[in-house]
């Protein structure tokens, strides 16, 4: 198994409702772990970021939450619709990056990351979301989410990672 992880939408003005808020200690310290579990194998890291956020790369509220550690080594997109596969480079990426298995988490989990999931599959590579690592713009989508989606857990990444 070769995977990679998408960190999808994690962005200062995506991540505002008080819902959401709440929720961005638990799933950045399960992103963060994952993610320097990848860098450290060598697998890729990519940073997914929705243009919709706040209209230009260069506003504030497109920028990354200070809550996720991002490194020199990730690979970055930009998106414009709710699928990171959909006329964006992350296939191509992806495949030149030899991956074969991908791993979704970030926010929102009824929107982005299950249409970013959705998009892999679609595309013949194996997909999973990151249990513990997605946030929902409702209280219930990320139950939801888990209930109706393929679901990976940090230390069974940690076993396949090892391998």
């Known amino acids: 198994m070769k995977p990679a992880l998408l960190i999808i939408d994690m962005q200062q003005g995506l991540l505002t409702s008080p819902h959401a808020q709440a929720k961005i200690p638990g799933a950045c310290e399960v992103i963060n772990y994952v993610a320097d579990l990848f860098r450290k194998a060598g697998r890729p890291v990519v940073i997914v970021q929705d243009l919709e956020s706040g209209g230009s790369e260069d506003s504030p509220d497109f920028a990354v939450i200070p ?12 998106k414009e619709w709710s699928n990171a596969f959909w006329k964006t480079n992350l296939e191509q990426i992806l495949r030149e990056q030899d991956t074969d298995f991908v791993i979704a988490c970030g926010f929102a989990a009824e929107y982005c990351v299950t249409f970013s999931f959705n998009g892999a599959r679609e595309r013949g590579f194996k997909a999973a979301i990151l249990q513990h690592g997605i946030i929902g713009e409702h209280p219930d989508a990320v139950a939801g989410v888990i209930r109706d989606r393929n679901i990976i857990s940090y230390p069974v990444i940690e076993a396949v990672l090892k391998n």
């Open 67 to 78: 809550e996720i550690r991002i490194d020199e080594t990730d690979l970055r997109i930009t």
